[in-house]
C-alpha cells in the first residue's frame, strides 16, 4: 500500500512539473530585471512575451507570468488574428487581452480598426468600442460597438 502511494506522489509531481514547464513563457528584452517591491519582472526595449501560442510585443511591460501590461507599439498576436494598439493587458486566467488606443485588427478578409478591443482567445470573440471603423470584404461602415467572431469574421 505505501509503494502504491508512494508511486502515485511521484506520478503526480512529475505530471505537476511536466505541466508547469510546458506552461513556461518565452520573454525577451533590450533590458530587464525583477522588482523585488512589486513582485513584477520589468521589461523594456523590444518586448517579446510568448506564452500558449499568443504573442505581446512592446515598448516596455511588466509582468508577473499570470498578467501583462505593455505600453508603446504593442501587439497582440494568436495565430493568424492580430491586434495592435497603445496599450495591453492580458490576463491569462479569464483568457483575455484587452488593447486601448488606436486599436487595429487584421485578419484575411477583415480589417477593423476601434479606441479599444477587449479580446477572449477561448471564444474568440472581440468587442471593439469607440470609432469603430469596419472593412470586410471590400465594403466599409462604422458603428460606436461591435462584436467579432475572429475565427468566421462574423461581425454582429
Known amino acids: ?6 508511486l502515485l506522489c511521484v506520478l503526480l509531481t512529475l505530471f505537476c512539473v511536466s505541466t508547469g514547464f510546458a506552461a513556461t513563457p518565452i520573454i525577451s528584452a533590450d533590458r530587464q530585471h525583477f522588482d523585488i517591491s512589486s513582485g513584477l519582472h520589468v521589461l523594456s526595449g523590444n518586448v517579446h512575451i510568448e506564452h500558449n501560442g499568443r504573442v505581446v510585443t512592446a515598448g516596455e511591460a ?3 507570468l ?10 497582440f498576436t494568436q495565430g493568424n488574428t492580430y491586434f495592435s494598439g497603445n496599450s495591453v493587458y492580458v490576463y ?3 483568457n483575455t487581452a484587452q ?4 486599436v487595429t485588427f487584421s485578419r484575411p478578409g477583415i480589417n477593423i480598426s476601434a479606441n479599444r478591443v477587449d479580446f477572449n482567445w ?10 469603430v471603423q469596419i472593412t ?4 466599409s461602415w462604422s458603428a460606436e460597438s461591435i462584436n467579432c ?8
Not at 498578467?67 to 501587439?75: A, D, H, K, P, S
Not at 477561448?122 to 470609432?131: D, E, S
Not at 467572431?149 to 454582429?156: E, G
Request: glycine share 12%; aromatic share 10%.
Open 1 to 6: 500500500m505505501k509503494a502504491k502511494i508512494f
Open 62 to 64: 511588466k509582468t508577473n
Open 66 to 75: 499570470v498578467e501583462i501590461w505593455g505600453l508603446g507599439g504593442v501587439t
Open 92 to 94: 491569462f486566467p479569464s
Open 99 to 102: 488593447i486601448d488606443g488606436n
Open 122 to 131: 477561448k471564444t474568440k470573440v472581440a468587442t471593439f468600442t469607440g470609432n
Open 136 to 139: 470586410q470584404n471590400g465594403t
Open 149 to 156: 467572431n475572429v475565427l468566421s469574421n462574423t461581425v454582429y
